[in-house]
């Protein structure tokens, strides 16, 4: 800026006078500024633009607000505007925006200015920096308040500490090497002895005497972190407490503060989580978690002194009938029962776990030879078999036992669980109630078993499952009166796997339900079908396992199939194994109803190979007997098969019942079963199983549809 610009300050002066009141201005070391009548800049000083790097051009109007702190600005144009109205000097301190971008504290004083006549023409100010002045004064001020509130805390912090120590419900302890210079009453409750008593004392006298190396060890390393330890009461108690200390340097003397807090509940809390994690809930047996450790250390052992280990796994047979017919607060009850027999047939130093469900696991350690292991098994089989009062009636379960031995059927306790796990079933397979030791064809059967089950799932996803349908005929004229619907399981190379291999799989591994399910719903689907597309109408026929007609809510799936896929009920037929159906009768026969209510059709299945009673079968609604093919395979030639068949023949007549012989091979079979009165049959004579696609062409009627997988 031109120093002899005419922008000075507004009075009345010749041009050589305001030339070097100008020139004075510009040279001052302070920030000068000028305003007009009205207020607004007119004038600024060469320190002024060194100091905001801005020229008069960039202030002119009020623009040199816009170089005030925005925190300030409001402040500082407030008290410019109440001076300006009222003519008079202003003083105020702000922060102003440097050349440099930061910010520095002024003081800006002005005062208004006249012209010759008196009579106000603006205002002349100057602005000093005093940043540092002001954090000068902010530094005094706060050591000021620092010593002030340091000689304060000073006075209350004893106060406090001292409230703090008595109402603490921790342990507070003073000392000086090792001797207790203060106390609170809280510490004195935990070990039972006054205050007065304890000053004067040694800390480490009150830690458990084993505990103790441990305690001068955190000392020493000057009490990085708070660790466990034990004190020992006056009366003896043991404690568990957890130590946390500082150090206090005080006058060239080093005082230690400890916090000794009682864990006593903390540590119940632990072992009820631990108990917990390691423990069966209903039983209070060890889980399979704690007896995989045991079992583990227990072969560790047997690995070091050459002795065997025995793992015997216990199933209850029947178990789910008991839960089904008397509900699970009696099956639980049931457990505890058994969980309470098991241990009393073994030796103390014998582990017994609930492994799951009805499932339990014994181990027996520091056996001398395999055979050591019976006695044990038939001391369980006694005592859990023995009958046992539940809801006021009399229940009996049996159990099936697996045996494995260590290191003959494992060396590990997953190898030695999973081997007694297929024994087991080997031992339910030979008739329940029964033991049975692992061997080497077991375990390939337990590992076809288990693929057969990953199998199945993966088939089951993906639609691999197909039915076939044989055809059941009327004896007298050949008329066909129904299909039975036959899984199928094709394999890729064109083969098929056999039902008699995966269905007992099936049912074992808890897959025979949506098995079972995908079954029907194939079924009712693909009759369905064949009424659209013209094909002659018959009823298609199921079978049930025992497991599905068991589950909860089956009379309802099979009522939804029948509407979701528009089969009338009359064209579904259920069979039912004999055996099956003397489980519980009276279970049996409502369910069986219920089915009949719907409208479909019930027949017993393989007839002559269970054990019927009589009385109890007249109860049940049933349309069919079947004849088992055991029976009529010999016939006409074997007189027993004879009589038997034509017992059973006799035997539906009489009840009102259709007879239905299966695996009629033979024409021989065909004439003795037609001149003794049997009503349809079925078998190679007059049609394999065949699949859905063949069934419209073997009844002389166009193929134009078919149905063979659905999803389950």
Known sequence: MDPLEPSGPPVSETPAEAARHAAILHALPSLVWGTDAAGECCFVNQAWQDYTGRALVSERGRAWLDSVHQEDRVAVERAWNEALGLRRPLEVEYRLRRADGSYGWIHHGAAPTTDDFGRFSGYLGTCHDITEQRAAEVMALAREQQIRSAEQSARESEVRLRKFAEAAQAGIVFHEDGVITDCNEAIARLVGYGVREL????????????????????????????????????????????????????????????????????????????????????????????????LEFILGTARRRGTRAALLFIDLDNFKVVNDSLGHDAGDALLKIIAERIPRALRSADVVSRHGGDEFLVVLPDLDDDQDAVPVAEKLLAAITEPMDLEGQSVSVSPSIGISVFPRDGDSARDLIKNADAAMYLAKARGRSNYQFFNESLSQAAYRALTLETRIREALGERAFELHYQPQVRVADGAVTGLEALIRWPQADGGHIEPNEFIPVAEQRGLIRPLGSWVLRTACEQNRRWQVDGVPIVPVAVNLAANQFRQKGFVAEVERVLAETGLEPRYLAFELTESMLMEDVDEMQRSLEALRALGVKLAIDDFGTGHSSLMHLKRLPIDQLKIDRTFVRDTPDDPDDVAITAAIIDLARNMGITSIAEGVDRIEQLDFLRARGCEEAQGHLFARAMPAQSIPTWLGRPHSGTVTSVQA
Not at 243 to 270: C, H, N, T
Request: no cysteine.
């Open 199 to 294: 000053i004067g004392s040694r800390v480490i006298d009150y830690v458990a005497p084993e505990r103790r190396e441990e305690a001068l060890e955190n000392v020493r390393r000057g009490y990085e972190r708070p660790y466990e330890s034990e004190i020992v009461a006056r009366d003896g108690e043991r404690i568990p407490v957890e130590f946390e200390g500082r150090e206090m340097p005080f006058q060239d003397k080093v005082y230690r503060l400890s916090l000794v807090r009682d864990i006593r509940r903390r540590k119940a809390s632990e072992a009820r989580i631990d108990y917990l994690a390691h423990h069966d809930l209903l039983t209070g047996l060890p889980n399979r978690a704690l007896l995989h450790d045991r």
